[in-house]
């Protein structure tokens, strides 16, 4: 399996706009920024939406309507987060594909869908 895994990332590896997203001077960063930026949004969202579940913040709002108020901009963020995620796997392919941190995450991923 792990061959495998490894065959795919020396393959996207190979692809010219991996090379050049990680050799960019600014645009690797800035995708970088905005996947930390947006899971900040999304944890932060349920954050909150977890609070109010728990009643220690916002007691005098209705738990479903806080929760549908949140929902679509920690949505939105969730999207975001992951697209930035797979362009930053896309950049250095191989490194991350051997990472035991981002195999975990992936595993908690598929779990959570």
């Known amino acids: 399996m792990n061959q495998l895994v490894y065959n795919f990332a020396v393959w996207l590896d190979s692809h010219a706009w991996s090379t050049g997203l990680h050799e960019s001077y600014y645009v690797y960063n800035w995708i970088e920024t905005t996947h930390v930026l947006t899971l900040m949004l999304s944890l932060g969202m349920l954050f909150l939406i977890d609070l ?62």
């Open 52 to 113: 109010r579940m728990l009643g220690f913040a916002f007691p005098g709002i209705p738990a479903s309507q806080f929760a549908k108020r949140l929902n679509l901009p920690m949505l939105i963020g969730f999207s975001i987060m992951f697209a930035t995620g797979l362009l930053l796997f896309y950049a250095i392919p191989v490194r991350s594909s051997q990472s035991i941190w981002l195999r975990i995450k992936l595993v908690l991923l598929v779990i959570a869908a």
